[in-house]
C-alpha cells in the first residue's frame, strides 16, 4: 500500500521499511505512527514477507526523537494515551511479531527513535549513529517503552545513568554495552543486515517464531518463562517444519523449509 511517511520495498522475502522524513530527522508524529502500524501489519499477514528491517531515511538520522509539537496540547491523560496507543500499535507488536524485525541504524537514535530500535528483534548500527534517551531535558520520561527495554539490554545501572543525565552514546560504546549487535559503515549498514536475515530464512520459520515468543516470555512477568519455552519446544513437534529439518540431518542435506 502506499504510504506518506515511509519508503517500503519487498525483496527475496526482506520487506525494507525506511522512515522518510529526513528534513526532520525521521521524527515519530501521528501519521509515523499510524503508518508504521499499518507497515508492521503488512509483515504480520504478507505470506511473501519472511523478514523486515526497520530504518531512516538519509545520512543522519534513524530516528531523532518524537515531534515535539505534538505534545504542547496534551494534559496528564492525553500523554498516557498518546504512550498506550503507541506501545500498543506499534512498538509492542513489532517485539512479538513472528517474523524477525531487525533496526538498521543509520544515524541518531534519540528518545522515541531509540526505543523503536530497542523494540526490534535486534539492533545494527553505522558508525556514525548515536543512541540516548534525553527525555528528562523536556521534564518527561521515555514512554514507548524505554525505561523497561534499555534496563533489559544494558542493565538497571547504565540505563538509569543514561536516563538521567540524558547523555548520548555513540555505535562502538552501544555494542559493548548490548545495546547492538554489530557496527558497520555506513554505505555496507542495509546489505549486513540483509545477510544476517538471509541466513535466518534458511532456518525453520516456525521455529523462528517460537524462539521469538520464548525469549519475550522471559520479560513477561504474566507467563514462567521455562514453562513457556517447554510448551513451544512441544509445538514444534509433529510440525512437516521439524520433520522437514530432522530428515535432512539424518541424510546429511540442508533442509528445505519452503
Known amino acids: ?23 526532520k530527522l525521521n521524527a515519530l508524529n501521528k501519521s509515523v505512527i499510524e503508518e508504521l502500524s499499518a507497515a508492521v501489519d503488512e509483515v504480520y499477514q504478507n505470506k511473501e514477507i519472511k523478514c523486515a528491517v526497520l530504518t531512516g531515511a538519509g545520512p543522519k538520522a534513524f530516528v531523532a526523537g518524537a515531534d515535539i509539537t505534538e505534545f504542547l496540547s496534551l494534559d496528564a491523560n492525553g500523554g498516557a494515551a498518546l504512550a498506550a496507543k503507541g506501545q500498543d500499535m506499534v512498538f509492542n507488536t513489532i517485539e512479538n511479531c513472528p517474523k524477525p524485525i531487525v533496526a538498521a541504524i543509520n544515524g541518531f537514535a534519540l528518545g522515541g527513535g531509540c526505543e523503536l530500535a530497542m523494540s526490534c528483534h535486534f539492533r545494527l548500527a553505522s558508525e556514525n549513529a548515536k543512541f540516548g534517551q534525553p527525555e528528562v531535558n523536556l521534564g518527561l520520561i521515555p514512554g514507548y517503552g524505554g525505561t523497561q527495554r534499555l534496563t533489559q539490554l544494558v542493565g538497571k545501572g547504565k540505563a538509569m545513568e543514561l536516563m538521567m543525565t540524558a ?31 538471509e541466513i535466518i530464512m534458511t532456518k525453520g520459520p516456525y521455529a523462528v517464531g517460537k524462539v521469538i515468543a520464548a525469549v519475550n ?24 517444519e521439524m520433520k522437514e529439518g530432522v530428515a535432512a540431518f539424518m541424510e546429511k542435506r540442508k533442509p528445505d523449509f519452503s
Open 1 to 23: 500500500m502506499p504510504y506518506e511517511t515511509l519508503l517500503t520495498s519487498l525483496e527475496n522475502g526482506i520487506f525494507t521499511i525506511t522512515i522518510n522524513r529526513p528534513d
Open 217 to 240: 516470555a522471559y520479560y513477561d512477568n504474566s507467563k514462567n518463562g521455562f514453562a513457556e519455552e517447554i510448551k513451544l519446544f512441544g509445538d514444534c513437534f509433529g510440525t512437516d
Open 167 to 197: 547523555h548520548m552514546i555513540d555505535a562502538n560504546e552501544a555494542k559493548l554495552l548490548g545495546l547492538v549487535n554489530h557496527v558497520t559503515t555506513a554505505d555496507t549498514l542495509l546489505n549486513q543486515t540483509k545477510n544476517i536475515l
